[in-house]
T-cell receptor, first 113, second 114 residues
Framework: DQQVKQNSPSLSVQEGRISILNCDYT??????FLWYKKYPAEGPTFLIS?????DKNEDGRFTVFLNKSAKHLSLHIVPSQPGDSAVYFC????????????FGPGTRLSVLP | DAMVIQNPRYQVTQFGKPVTLSCSQT?????MYWYQQKSSQAPKLLFH???????NEADTPDNFQSRRPNTSFCFLDIRSPGLGDAAMYLC?????????????FGPGTRLTVL
């Protein structure tokens, strides 16, 4: 039973355009969310997070949007660069969930020059 | 640079032969985690240590054990590896738990079971 879903296994975007990666969750006890980026042969690295008290968090080219009622979050990358090509994992946790993270299966983003 | 180190990066073992994977950290973080990730799947938490307190996930098989002899090191012991245990094993750390404490991951150890 997947509590965190990333329904698009892969996504291709042209350089300079916007990349939108989506994530859905089922457990209403989750109240904070993170995105990680993973390059081949490396461990995931933290990218950006959002608490459920906010609906948007921005860090440079990366913005995460949270829609609590829909149990949906998205990561926007604009403009996309070839170096953004990686696997992106969505993760969820909550103080009432034991504070451990549940990860989605990842979306492989390819940014084409 | 402060980091999370996993050795070896690749490990081959035989069916039923015990194997130990190691993780060390220079971040001085309180919490250490072990995840199992199979191909194209989400990383799955096996267990974590908050300092010396061990926390096992309910569905982690008994075949998997862990040791944290000190703050810096954490080991994953697989007592009798089966073919289904072939996976990438990721170690991670965080300063504390809760919002604002993102996890720092090592590069992983890819385990092959023959």
């Amino acid at each position: 039973d997947q509590q965190v879903k990333q329904n698009s296994p892969s996504l291709s975007v042209q350089e300079g355009r916007i990349s939108i990666l989506n994530c859905d969750y089922t457990n209403s006890m989750f109240d904070y969310f993170l995105w990680y980026k993973k390059y081949p042969a490396e461990g995931p690295t933290f990218l950006i997070s959002i608490s459920s008290i906010k609906d948007k968090n921005e860090d440079g080219r990366f913005t995460v949007f949270l829609n609590k009622s829909a149990k949906h979050l998205s990561l926007h990358i604009v403009p996309s660069q070839p170096g953004d090509s990686a696997v992106y994992f969505c993760a969820a946790s909550g103080d009432n969930y034991g504070q451990n993270f549940v990860f989605g299966p990842g979306t492989r983003l390819s940014v084409l020059p | 640079d402060a980091m999370v180190i996993q050795n070896p990066r690749y490990q081959v073992t035989q069916f039923g032969k015990p194997v130990t994977l190691s993780c060390s950290q220079t971040l001085n973080h309180n919490v250490m985690y072990w995840y199992q990730q199979k191909s194209s799947q989400a990383p799955k938490l096996l267990f974590h240590y908050y300092d010396k307190d061990f926390n096992n996930e309910a569905d982690t098989p008994d075949n998997f054990q862990s040791r944290r002899p000190n703050t810096s090191f954490c080991f994953l012991d697989i007592r009798s590896p089966g073919l289904g245990d072939a996976a990438m094993y990721l170690c991670a750390t965080s300063r504390e738990q809760g919002f604002g404490n993102e996890q720092f991951f090592g590069p992983g150890t890819r385990l092959t079971v023959l």
